[in-house]
């Protein structure tokens, strides 16, 4: 359970808390946290639904589960984005592999797509009637684009993408 630290109060004020860092020469690491005012088993039932994802970020225009490999807990999951920078329009595509711990924790792995590496970890915890959801994302894409430039777009752009997803999660309550 989280001691009521600055962090937590932020949380539950609404806060997206972020914390960014390089991950390699063109790439982009960040963490980011939010108090969604909603029971956990709820959260998890919403964020393993997949095809659901285009609604909680703007720019992801195609989410689907391709395959399940249930005897070794493992999903395929091919993600399609769209992100317009200054004077130009960046395509992106992914294919991953998720697996899933119940109620806790789901880990994205790179199988293929436009990043020469990429790994994500969602985590859940309860905290009081509601979850905090942590959002850990380290990505290189295959476009050479220094790293500041990455960071700079991931700060601007998750606590966005972040605030859309709790909309979409507490609609229904």
Known sequence: M???TNETAALMQGEIVLNTRSHSAWGGAVTAKMYLPIALPSVWQQVTDYPRWV????????SEVRQVLAQKGIKRIYQAASKAFLIFTAQVDITLQVLETQNQRIQFFLESGSFSDFNADLQLQPYGEGTILTYSVQATPTIPVPSFLIEQAIRLDLP???????????AGR
Do not use: A, E, H, I
């Open 2 to 4: 989280l001691t009521l």
């Open 160 to 170: 966005t993408n972040l605030r859309q997803m709790r909309s979409v999660l507490c």
């Open 55 to 62: 609604q909680y970020f703007p720019d992801v225009t195609r």
